[in-house]
T-cell receptor
Framework: AQKVTQAQTEISVVEKEDVTLDCVYETRDTTYYLFWYKQPPSGELVFLIRRNSFDEQNEISGRYSWNFQKSTSSFNFTITASQVVDSAVYFCALINAGGTSYGKLTFGQGTILTVHP | GAVVSQHPSRVICKSGTSVKIECRSLDFQATTMFWYRQFPKQSLMLMATSNEGSKATYEQGVEKDKFLINHASLTLSTLTVTSAHPEDSSFYIC???????????FGPGTRLLVL
């Protein structure tokens, strides 16, 4: 069975600070996909990134960056120069590419990020 | 691209009534659609997986007679909460999967309040 752990329940920062959201996963499959979603107060989940298990390159998109390390089963998310609009709940998630759980997203518990002006 | 709509966004109903929620993929055909339930300050809980033209697959503990799912086409899935009770009050959110992309795109969610 797979599992995603986001140990940080809540994080509070002041605008312009950098913040890293941690994500650790467990899976027995060798092929899987990792995701980050943002859920603002409106409730809609916004897709941020997908990473497959064979691609360990880090990725940067504007103020967002992701660090994927298979050796530690981690897929951490960093926001640089945070802004108030970044305040949301962030979910890390995993999909296995095979087996009975194929296609099913396993979510972490979510991290509530609050950015204060 | 990859837009998923959900209707209604909010519904208040009396106990004992049935409520239908629609989930549509607007600009793509969805291989599979998923229905989730989310309680306040909690993560998403998968309720069921539906494929067009076939019966939905429900997760353990989810009553299939309570939560009826119909996947009539590659762009539409509906969830009907039958004989709703206050404990069914929750945030229901659907997602649609694009074939070969292994990525789910989510609708805006439906807040259900049963009085």
């Amino acid at each position: 069975a797979q599992k995603v752990t986001q140990a940080q329940t809540e994080i509070s920062v002041v605008e312009k600070e950098d913040v890293t959201l941690d994500c650790v996963y467990e899976t027995r499959d060798t092929t899987y996909y990792l995701f980050w979603y943002k859920q603002p107060p409106s409730g809609e989940l916004v897709f941020l990134i997908r990473r497959n298990s064979f691609d360990e390159q880090n990725e940067i998109s504007g103020r967002y960056s992701w660090n994927f390390q298979k050796s530690t089963s981690s897929f951490n998310f960093t926001i640089t120069a945070s802004q108030v609009v970044d305040s949301a709940v962030y979910f890390c998630a995993l999909i296995n590419a095979g087996g009975t759980s194929y296609g099913k997203l396993t979510f972490g518990q979510g991290t509530i990020l609050t950015v204060h002006p | 691209g990859a837009v998923v709509s959900q209707h209604p966004s909010r519904v208040i109903c009396k106990s004992g009534t049935s409520v239908k929620i629609e989930c549509r993929s607007l600009d793509f055909q969805a291989t599979t659609m998923f229905w989730y339930r989310q309680f306040p300050k909690q993560s998403l809980m998968l309720m069921a997986t539906s494929n067009e033209g076939s019966k939905a697959t429900y997760e353990q503990g989810v009553e299939k007679d309570k939560f009826l799912i119909n996947h009539a086409s590659l762009t539409l899935s509906t969830l009907t909460v039958t004989s709703a009770h206050p404990e069914d009050s929750s945030f229901y959110i659907c997602s649609a999967d694009i074939r070969y992309q292994e990525t789910q795109y989510f609708g805006p969610g439906t807040r259900l309040l049963v009085l």
